[in-house]
């Protein structure tokens, strides 16, 4: 089977084409031509107008909720929304039921991810169960595969315990993902602390609950020297951390999801639940300083911090609600819809070569030879995706139904073409 890619546009520094218009064509599952004109046939060819590649999306932060909530989302449909959105390769979160939290549950993930269309990777927890008391069976499951580490939606709050965590990873190479929120300041806020929470009659959750944890974890990592991504910042302050940990030279590296870019506080005027998330929304000036912070390289990675909810947890009081938003099928066209001029190399740096740098995976590159695992989208067409054309379980996404600038035209991984409609 050769598919032919027709006058796309290279978005990948690894490749002596990048930036260039180029006929590529992938057998089976290697590129063997990259030139100027194919005139050869394909079996299948793809011909738009304005098309980009790039090495596969990767997306170090999403819940599947498999095993155990599979009413929400398993493995197989969370593949197949994560394609739809782009991506080749995603890292799941160890918030399941059980945890993953040892070698059999990362075993599980892997066998699993085998017959699934794209890369679906284990996530391990840094603690027992979650429960921030006890280092899990770290060694264990990096030696199974497991490719970073993460309490995921239960930040570590003990210091003891992430400077334990820290000193593990670094043994092996690894990374530590921090979601930063400080619990004992930010357990019973339902959304960002200010005036808009205090009209609204809503407990707040200030900003110094994600700062703290930032500062925190930066000292532990200059004491550590080790490797740290801190996901889903949301505060001017906390990215100014970041940005002042970079220059210093330590080993750390963010994302931020595309909901803190395209939504404030502001939005929650009218107690949407399908906006409840955490960390929350932050103020206007947190927005601009975010969107500044992906514009000038601060920030490394958008992750979609895909939540699945069903109905019941949306359809609900605002302070019963389930936080969380389904996002990943949108990511990319909330982020060029926000930012129309962001260069196709930043876009493959924010959405895929980032990620392979920090979490060191295996090289997807647009060369001839390469393993062909790469993401097609174009700028000038629009995405409007509704729930019935979603392929998550998941019942709470605001972004269905509005028309974002840009689209993912497809996907070519693990030897298959997947294209959208």
């Known amino acids: 089977m050769t598919t032919l890619i027709k006058q796309v546009k290279i978005a990948d520094t690894q490749s002596p084409f990048n930036g260039q218009i180029k006929d590529i064509l992938i057998e089976h599952h290697k590129i063997v031509s990259i030139t100027d004109q ?11 107008e304005s098309l980009v590649v790039c090495p596969g999306f990767v997306d170090p932060f999403v819940h599947f909720c ?33 945890v993953i939290d040892s070698k059999s549950l990362v075993n599980y993930i892997n ?17 027992k169960k979650l429960e921030g008391k006890d280092l899990a069976e770290m060694i264990d499951m990096h030696n199974n595969g497991a490719v970073a580490f993460s309490d995921g939606l239960y930040p570590v709050q003990s210091t003891l315990l992430f400077l334990k965590a820290l000193q593990y990873v670094k043994a ?24 808009l929470s ?9 900003s110094i609950a994600e700062e703290l944890i930032i500062s925190r974890d930066i000292e532990l990592l200059r004491y550590t020297q080790s490797k740290l991504h801190i996901t889903g910042v949301s505060t001017a302050k906390g990215i100014a951390m970041i940005a002042a940990a970079k220059k210093e030279g330590l080993q750390i590296s963010c994302s931020v999801t595309p909901y803190h870019l395209f939504f404030s506080e502001e939005d ?17 000036k947190d927005q601009a300083a975010l969107l500044k912070a992906v514009e000038d390289g601060t920030i490394d ?14 359809t609900i009081e605002f302070e019963n609600a389930k ?16 930012l129309p001029n962001l260069q196709e190399q930043r876009m493959a740096e924010l959405f895929s070569l980032n990620a392979r740098r920090i979490f060191t995976l295996n090289k997807a590159i647009v060369q001839e030879g390469a393993d062909a695992e790469i993401t097609i989208f174009t700028k000038t067409q629009t995405t409007c995706l509704s729930q019935k054309d979603s392929k998550s379980k998941s019942a709470n996404s605001p972004f269905w139904n509005k028309t974002l600038q840009g689209k993912v035209i497809g996907t070519f991984v693990k030897g298959q073409l997947h294209l959208n409609n």
Request: proline share 8%; glycine share 10%.
């Open 38 to 48: 194919y005139s050869g046939k394909a079996d299948q060819t793809i011909h738009g």
């Open 66 to 98: 498999d095993p155990g909530m599979e009413h929400r989302e398993n493995l197989a449909s969370g593949a197949n929304a994560a394609l739809q959105g782009g991506y080749t390769t995603v890292f799941v979160l160890p918030n399941t039921q059980p």
């Open 111 to 127: 066998q699993t991810s085998q017959s699934l269309p794209i890369h679906v990777l284990p996530t391990g927890a840094i603690s």
């Open 172 to 195: 092996f190479d690894g990374v530590a993902i921090q979601m930063p929120i400080d619990k004992s300041l930010g357990s019973l806020g339902l959304m960002n602390e200010g005036i």
């Open 198 to 206: 205090t009209k609204l009659g809503l407990p707040g959750i200030p």
């Open 268 to 284: 929650l005027s009218t107690y949407d639940t399908l906006l409840k998330v955490f960390p929350p929304l932050r103020t206007k």
């Open 301 to 314: 990675c958008i992750s979609s911090h895909h939540m699945p909810q069903d109905w019941d947890g949306k």
């Open 323 to 338: 936080a969380g938003i389904a996002s990943i099928e949108t990511s990319f066209a909330t982020i060029q819809h926000l």
